[in-house]
Structure formats: C-alpha cells, structure tokens
C-alpha cells in the first residue's frame, strides 16, 4: 500500500519556522534565567535548536516527498494524455478524462484544474493556476509546452511523446545522482561516528588520569570542562555535516536539517552514556 505524502503550503512552513524558533529562543531566555552560562544552559541550547529545526525539518521532508511524487507521476500522465488524443478528444477533454484515473497527489490537482474551467476560467489560465500550484521544476518546464502546443493545433500528442520521454529522462538522471552521491553522504556519517569514538577512547583513556598535571606550562583542564568543549564541538560538527550532506544528496540546505538532527541527537546520546 503506497500512502500519499500531504501537500504543504509554502505559508505553513513559513509558519512553522515562525513558532518553533520563537519557542526555542523563549526556551534560551529561560534557561539563561534559571542556569546562566552553564553546563546545564548548554543542553537547553541544544534543545532549543532541536525544537526550532525539527517541525520545519518534518514539513520540508513531507513536501520533497510530494513534489517527488507529482513528478513520478507525470510520464504516465502524458502517456495518457496521448492516448486520449488518439481517440479524437481535444487537449482539454483529455485532461477532463484523465482527471478521473490515479495518478498520485496530481489527480486532486487535475480535478481542481477541471472545476476551474467548469466555473469559467479558460483553459490557459487553469493550466497556469496548476503550475503555480504544484510548483515543481519538471511541471514548470512542461507547463509552456502544453499551453503552446494548445495555442498550435493540430497533432498535438507528438508535442507529448518527447515530453513525456524528456521527463523520463530526467528522472532517471536525478536517480542516478542521487545513487552516486549515496556513498559521500555516508562517509560524512561515518566521520561523524569515527569522531566520537575518537574523543570518548581519549576522554576515557587519556584525559582523566592527566587531569591537573601542568602542560607546556600550565594545566590540563578539568574533565567536566573537556566534556562541556567536546559537547560543543561535538553540536557544531553534526549541525554543519548534516547539512553539507543534504546539499551533496538533494541540492539543498534544507534537505540537510534531517541530517542534522539525527547527528545531533545520535552524538547527545553518545556523550551522556560513555563520556
């Protein structure tokens, strides 16, 4: 069973970065009251950033899942579209006919298009509304192609078939990039893991049993403070890794707060049981 990922409006992300920063500051401020610059404060940092990155993380990932659906869904849908025009419907009958058959999260769009012009909108307009709506790179380049090819007449279903092929073509190209670039994204997780079994063997081996004896002059910190430094370093490494991981991956910033979160929470994890 496939389940549909729900569309997420640009103005509900917005709207959730809005909240969970104003939550996360609020929890700053607070911990800053009751803790000041401690090891405690520290944590409510990291939550905080944890409850500002995670809503807009869940709706940014729930939205590239629905925009990869739509554009799954459109080389069956210009195969369609042909297939009708072979029949002798007109473009905008194909569409009307083809709005009744599964095609993931693009049939609820199709149907909405349909009523459109149903109240009155011309058929240009509709298609317009479509694009803007689902608001994809595939869609927006295929958009002009069938406005254009309305406005020509005539045999329209050749405009469809190296369409459809073009966006085939482009799918399993972005496939592809994403299976070669799998492996960097992995060795980035593991450098992560590497560098946190690399400071607990030192911390647990090295640091405790020199804590206090003067080095090049002066003394080794204290353990607790060494864990305060690692758990920064720490943060910062799995914040900024996973978002290089989600530039390499899916071309986008974005894409890499999922990253971020699970490094960060996988290193909190670490830190409080072995160090």
């Given amino acids: 069973m496939v389940i549909e990922m729900p569309k997420v409006e640009e103005k509900e992300k917005k709207f959730a970065w809005i909240i969970s920063v104003s939550l996360a500051i609020t929890l ?3 911990g800053y009251v009751m803790f000041g610059f401690t090891r405690a ?3 409510f940092v990291f939550f905080a950033v944890i409850i500002a990155v ?11 899942r629905w925009r990869k659906d739509v554009d799954n869904h459109l080389p069956d849908l210009f195969r369609s579209i042909v297939q009708a025009q072979k029949t002798g419907m007109t473009l905008p ?3 009307e006919e083809i709005s009744k058959r599964k095609y993931g999260p693009l049939t609820a769009e199709l149907k909405k298009m349909n009523a459109q012009i149903s109240w009155g909108m011309t058929f240009e307009e509709a298609l317009l509304a479509l694009g803007k709506r689902v608001n994809t790179v595939l869609m927006q380049r295929t958009v002009p ?4 090819a309305s406005r020509s007449g005539g045999r329209v279903e050749k405009v469809f078939e190296p369409t ?22 992995a060795i ?3 450098a992560f893991f590497v560098y946190l079994f690399t400071i607990i063997l030192l911390f647990k081996s090295f640091f405790v049993n020199i804590e206090g004896l003067p080095l090049l002059g002066s003394p080794v910190m204290a353990p607790q403070e060494m864990q305060r430094m690692f758990f920064h370093m720490t943060a910062i490494q799995a914040f900024f890794g996973g978002l290089v991981a989600g530039k390499m991956g899916e071309g986008t910033i974005n894409a890499g707060l999922k990253h971020s979160l699970i490094m960060m929470l996988c290193g909190y994890i670490a830190l409080k049981l072995f160090l």
Wanted: aromatic fraction near 16%; charged fraction near 25%.
């Fill in 145 to 148: 192609l069938i406005i254009e």
């Fill in 188 to 190: 980035i997780y593991v």
């Fill in 54 to 64: 995670f809503p807009p993380t869940v709706l940014n990932y729930l939205d590239y």
């Fill in 28 to 30: 700053i401020a607070f």
């Fill in 41 to 43: 404060f520290d944590e």
């Fill in 93 to 95: 009958q194909a569409l």
């Fill in 164 to 185: 459809g092929k073009f966006v085939r073509t482009t799918l399993l190209l972005d496939k592809e990039r994403r299976n070669q670039t799998r492996p960097y994204i």
